[in-house]
């Protein structure tokens, strides 16, 4: 039997929320001292955090492991440093995959004087003990104009970065009144977080921050509004 179409709407200012003064973080899903039992995670997509952090801070070194960890910069720039010699600087267009694995140890920080917008992106890996491993693309704006250009996936296809689990990332962006039709194929879920603009989902309106989560459709209907930066998660 087919499954039931579905489409769940998370909007932005129902997210969970932290405010540190020098970091201000809304979380789609529960993390650190935010829980919601609702909102545990999609799939194997389990982070999706807005961070916008003051000019001259950052988060100093920290553990992770046994995750697949995504940066997509919307503002600003990002300073990166880890335990395996990795150090670079992500800017909007770039994009870092970083699998903790076993175990890694990394800082970011904002190497500017003004504030810095990015989504944090946590995928659970398709099995734990991976070996830690640290990798960057770079997308054009031209890439994502008026489709949907792969930035990662499980066999690092077409220049995207590698995600050890079974998800294809497409980022987007679409002009005013442009319109993009997506199919979907059997048993796929899909998460479509909408970084800035206006965009109606088969019809649903998102604002910026706003996501939708759709199961059992064969395809997505994407319309924007006067513009619109997306991600759309193609999940097992």
């Known amino acids: 039997m087919a499954e039931k179409s579905l489409i769940r709407i998370r909007r932005s200012d129902e997210r969970g929320r932290a405010d540190h003064g020098w970091l201000q973080s809304r979380f789609s899903f529960s993390f650190a001292d935010y829980v919601d039992p609702e909102h545990m995670g999609y799939r194997s997509l389990r982070v999706i955090n807005d961070d916008w952090i003051a000019g001259a801070k950052g988060f100093g070194m920290h ?6 960890i995504i940066s997509y910069v919307v503002e600003g720039a990002l300073a990166h440093k880890d335990n395996m010699g990795n150090e670079s600087t992500i800017v909007p267009g770039k994009v870092q995959r970083m699998s903790a694995g076993t175990g890694l140890m990394h800082s970011e920080y904002n190497p500017l004087d003004r504030r810095m917008h990015l989504l ?36 690092g296809r077409a220049g995207s970065v590698t995600i050890h689990q079974d998800v294809n990332l497409y980022a987007s962006m679409l002009g005013a009144g442009d319109t993009l039709t997506v199919p979907v194929e059997a048993s796929r879920y899909i998460w479509i ?44």
């Open 63 to 68: 553990p992770h492991q046994d995750m697949e």
């Open 120 to 155: 944090q992106i946590w995928i659970t890996p398709e099995r734990k003990g991976l070996e830690p491993e640290y990798e960057e693309a770079v997308f054009s704006d031209a890439d994502k104009q008026g489709g949907l250009c792969l930035i990662g996936s499980r066999d």
């Open 193 to 236: 977080q909408l970084v800035e603009g206006q965009l109606k989902v088969n019809g649903e309106a998102l604002e910026t921050g706003d996501a939708a989560a759709l199961s059992g459709v064969d395809q997505v209907h994407l319309a924007a509004g006067d513009g619109a930066e997306f991600l759309l998660f193609d999940l097992a």
